[in-house]
């Protein structure tokens, strides 16, 4: 089975939640961005990542906008369901952008980064951060992999939402400030009406919220992909 589930910003009590308690032997752990376990290179991060990667399950990540790039980029790169991504430990992977995988039979597009909200907090040359958001030619990989499908892809695994998304969730939390289009979301919104899908997740809200039977917004929850309450 594949499941799927929000931020998780480097907290290893997460993978003690009876949620986990759902995965098995081979199954497999989506996590939709701001992973945080690969963060400052230390002897204690190294073993916790070394000892997610023993899991029974598999655990693939996309990158979302609170992670260290520069880090995580000296990780080898290396073949993973039919699409690159870099080996952390074991069993333990982050998905490139715009990658394509088949996961038991379904095809899965990866597309991490975003928008950083507390741009004005951190300095602009901070590393750690400074890659944040996808670039032209990793929404070009996106395009170019959806191509090949004919536009159709059964999950999308995003940390960032459609703009459109984005602002009914805000709406919905009572946050009234207006929510800014960047070239990341007009191509969000050009998937949206150009290729069909089965499910699209997101973690970057922090909400647990079926916004409709194709959308869920994903924070601590862990569900499974075809899941629909």
Request: glycine share 8%.
């Amino acid at each position: 089975m594949v499941y799927v589930t929000g931020d998780m910003h480097g907290d290893a009590s997460r993978f003690k939640s009876s949620d986990m308690r759902c995965l098995k032997k081979g199954d497999t752990l989506l996590v939709c961005g701001d992973f945080g376990f690969v963060w400052d290179g230390s002897r204690a991060e190294q073993a916790l990542l070394k000892k997610l990667g023993k899991q029974k399950f598999n655990i693939a990540f996309v990158d979302g906008v609170h992670e260290n790039f520069a880090l995580l980029e000296q990780y080898p790169v290396v073949n993973w369901n039919g699409g690159r991504a870099r080996q952390i430990s074991g069993n333990l992977y982050h998905l490139m952008r715009g990658e394509l995988f088949t996961i038991e039979g379904s095809t899965y597009l990866a597309i991490g980064g975003g928008v950083c909200p507390d741009d004005d907090y951190r300095t602009h040359d901070d590393a750690r951060m400074a890659r944040e958001t996808p670039s032209y030619e990793e929404m070009e990989n996106a395009a170019a992999n959806l191509q090949t499908t004919n536009g159709h892809v059964d999950y999308i695994i995003t940390h960032e939402p459609p703009i459109r998304l984005k602002a009914f969730l805000q709406l919905k939390k009572q946050q009234h400030e207006s929510v800014e289009s960047t070239g990341l979301h007009s191509f969000f919104d050009e998937m949206l009406a150009k290729c069909t899908f089965k499910r699209w997740f997101f973690g970057s809200m922090h909400v647990d919220k079926r916004i409709s039977a194709a959308h869920m917004a994903l924070f601590r929850r862990v569900i499974a992909v075809d899941q629909q309450d």
